[in-house]
DNA sequence: GATCCGTGGTA
DNA sequence: TTACCAAGGAT
């Protein structure tokens, strides 16, 4: 990969992408300015997440917590609300993590140090890079996915941008092309061009501005890189899931624990079962261990699919009757309909959330 | 270094 | 329908 650097003028491909870059950059509510805090909240929605999914998102949690003070002082409820069907819900709980630490230790303002912003919890390579780049004009490398699918192609390197090592590899070769460059200018760049023409699929090579530099394109082979490897096809689990009101038109609710999987997220009790014919036993049985709540387990109201990326929920949703319930138990809450949209709940539930509150407004009339 | 951690869109 | 993808980080 070294040896192909030679290749490039790099001054003409800083010119060509840079260029290009300013005719055809997006207006996107973190470019209004070069706000440190802005850019940071920007970057923790973007990884792994699409720009059109985050934009919605990102407008209504900067209304909320418009300074890192704002989010400091912010209750975590509050926080996972907003972040509420984005996914990865540990970025926002570490966000907020660091965003308090920035508050108590820098007096606010986002450190500009590599070191220091680095040691923030959830802030990685690539963030790092990104933030002390686009805010602080700093020449520092931020390679994510566009990036290794760029430079694979330009470079028509066949290493699997899956491993570490080669995510290392882009980021020591970058520091020549961020020479002389803006950085905020050029590593944006590189992920707009990623974003809107050397895409995954079908790239526009007609439409690139550093098509002239581009080995796979000279080649023909861009449609083969990057390299990746396949993924396991996610496991499948069978999930019972119940809908418990008490006299008083409350439900029973659960949050989820600090750690793993929809950490701190609220749900319907919930438990995996083996036997699809069992779960209303399975059901009752977990009820009575975990809340101590004795409970008939009713007919079967729904059926919810949750596919994560890794796995896949099959569940099924039964009404319950209470047959007796202890005043309080851990880690759940008795909550009206109104009361529970106040939590933040796995897509899945907000599907079961959303269809007891149709039934229950269908029956008011 | 491999696996876990979400979600919605697309071919 | 299945498979894969998208501005990664923590363990």
Redesign the pocket.
């Known amino acids: 990969m070294e040896q192909q650097l030679e290749n490039i003028d790099i001054k003409r491909f800083q010119q060509d992408l840079i260029s290009w870059y300013e005719d055809h950059k997006r207006d ?1 509510p973190w470019r209004q300015n070069q706000d440190p805090y802005r850019v940071w909240v ?2 923790v929605m ?6 059109d ?1 985050v934009i919605p998102y990102y407008n209504r949690f900067m209304q909320q917590f418009p300074t890192p003070q704002k989010l400091a002082e912010a209750d975590e409820e509050d926080v996972m609300k907003a972040w509420e ?6 970025r926002v709980r ?1 966000l907020q993590s660091a965003v308090r630490e920035v508050v108590a230790d820098y007096g606010g303002e986002v450190p500009s140090s590599k070191k220091a912003f680095s040691s923030l ?8 890079g ?1 933030v002390l780049s686009i805010a602080y004009e700093k020449p520092e490398p931020a390679v ?3 990036v290794m ?1 760029v430079f694979s192609r330009i470079l028509l390197s066949r290493e699997d941008i899956g ?3 080669t995510r290392k590899k882009f980021e020591s070769l970058l520091p020549a092309f961020l020479n002389d460059a803006k950085p905020s200018q050029f590593n ?1 760049a590189v ?2 061009l ?2 809107l023409v050397c ?3 079908s790239p526009g090579c007609l439409l690139c501005p550093v098509q002239y530099h581009c080995m796979a394109r000279a080649e023909g082979v861009q449609e083969e890189l990057p390299v ?1 490897e ?2 396991k ?1 996610p496991a499948k689990k069978e999930m019972a899931a119940v809908i418990l009101c008490d006299q008083q038109g409350k439900t029973l609710f659960h949050q989820r624990g600090e750690s ?4 701190r997220l609220w749900e319907y009790p919930n438990v995996e079962t083996k036997q699809k014919g069992e779960q209303k036993d399975t059901l009752s049985q977990f009820l009575k261990n975990t809340y101590g709540v004795q409970a008939k387990i009713g007919n079967k109201v729904q059926k919810v699919q ?6 896949i929920w099959n569940i099924t949703v039964y009404e319950g009757m209470i047959e007796e319930a202890p005043e309080h138990s851990q880690d759940c809450k008795w909550l009206t309909l109104e009361e529970a949209q106040k939590y933040a709940f ?3 539930h907000q599907k079961i959330l959303k269809a007891q509150i149709e039934r229950r407004d269908a029956e008011w009339n």
């Open positions: 996107l920007s970057e973007l990884q792994q997440t699409k720009v999914t069907g984005l996914g990865y819900y540990s570490n919890k959830g802030v990685g390579p690539y963030t790092a990104a994510d996915g566009n699918r491993k570490a090592k944006q992920m707009e990623g974003a895409t995954p699929t990746k396949k993924k096809a793993g999987l929809l950490a949750h596919v994560f990326s890794h796995l796995p897509v899945s």
